[in-house]
């Protein structure tokens, strides 16, 4: 808003703010219920830089405004324009905010634009903070998490969005700060052409575990096992490496995929990420592992199925599930996990009713309460505790959570297709790999595969997998049918849509 368009608020609308007691009052109530909407919406965005300043990892590429759009006359209708001024300048650093951190900018020159739109955020925080009357303390808790920052942090890859841990889960564990906690990252990002080719001991490894060495250190990191090389002691070094090893046959033993990734880089990750980073991810090129708090979240590497679930977003097809939001990404979220899952059932020989179906299963910390992160069979079941908040995933789209927050819900939304290939599994019984897992992998490697795809895309092409595979009216066409109907998503073939389409033309 203009400072014209300003003025013009004020000096129509401020004049009546003071006409009579009764006016009065109700003109104070609604400027502090404005005020408070647009505080809650300011500091529950601002987690989002908050974490970046402190990690070098930007993880919500879209930041609501709902509030503001909503209320900020209300403040512009008040006598002096300061406040709306200020507001809105903490509007503006949080829409520059993405672009700051996409990497165009030198490390020193980013770190000079978050500081000054940190600056301006915190202000505006304290700004409508103290007309919605929040108590200093609570202000100054929120405006701290601003404040800190690590210069040396570079930006993080555009795919370290596609981290395990969800950011609203993210913003329980910064209530106290990042730093009190511990839970602090370093920012090592490999070239954007993938781990470098090594010189010395093998001429071309196809797996290799780097070392950050709990740093910040962004180059040069030794290797500290490769393709061949017998256990070295160290448990997240050894404990990568065989998951690795794992996830690779798995692929080529069941599926038949003999490049994984991809042809000309070798499979590689990089562990012990940061001072005790609570997260993992895959960044276009490697996978990063950190070790966990100790009191929320163990060491990252121990769980086959999330070290699994992350070298999957390697495949070539999982290219089509950028950009990671909205249903795309929830997608993205499951298919990874699906794949997760299914490459521990695979390496402990399980049926789908021995299979536990969780993602992160032994990750939380002793003391917490919940058996991992998500769950395929059960979701909104896997964790209720005291920190980490209640697991707020969904199983059904009666109970799609639309939400600007974790890049559109994809976290909490990925819990209806993750559950739709449970219900798959569990109606063709058995082993889950084999049947229902090959409709999915035939979804994923078809020609039907496009950018962007929603959950009824995704619907249509496991349909179309299952009948081309199986047979039209086969067991298995009829198991994709119910399992997508149990979870409110119609799968039809194109055809029949097409068919749908032609008769609701005639009428």
Known sequence: MDSALLAALVGTLGGGAVT????LWRTRTSVRTAARLIYA???RDSVAVAYFRQTGHWVAPNLSRAAWDAHSTVLARRRSGASFETVHRGYEAL???????EGALSAAEREEW??????RLVEAIQEVGAIAQVPSRQIKDWTRRLERSRPSAPASHPLAQTGLISLPVLERLTQDGLQERGLIGAG????????QPLSGAVSAPDLVIFDAGHSEKTSELPVVRYTGMPPVGDPMVDETYEALMTTRRFFQEVYGRARFPYHGRPLAAVVHYGDKFPNSWWDGASLFLGDGDGGVFQRFSQCLEVVGAE??????EMLHFIPYQGQTGA?????SEVFGSLIKQWSLGQSTDEADWIMGAGLLAPGRQGAGLRSLKAPGTAYDDNVLGKDPQTAHMDDYVVTDRDNGGIHTNSGIP???FYLLAARLGGQAWERAGQIWWDALTSDGMRDGLQFVDWARLTLTAARTRYGDDSQEEHAVREAWSGVGVAATTSAEVADDEAAAGSH
């Open 188 to 195: 090592v990002i490999l070239t954007e052409d993938g781990p």
């Open 20 to 23: 009579g007691g009764a006016g």
């Open 114 to 119: 978050l500081a000054r739109e940190a600056s």
């Open 41 to 43: 919406e300011l500091t």
């Open 311 to 316: 070298a999957t977003r390697g495949i070539e």
């Open 95 to 101: 829409e520059l905010a993405p672009f700051i951190a």
């Open 418 to 420: 993750s559950h739709a």
């Open 331 to 335: 997608l993205s979220a499951s298919i």
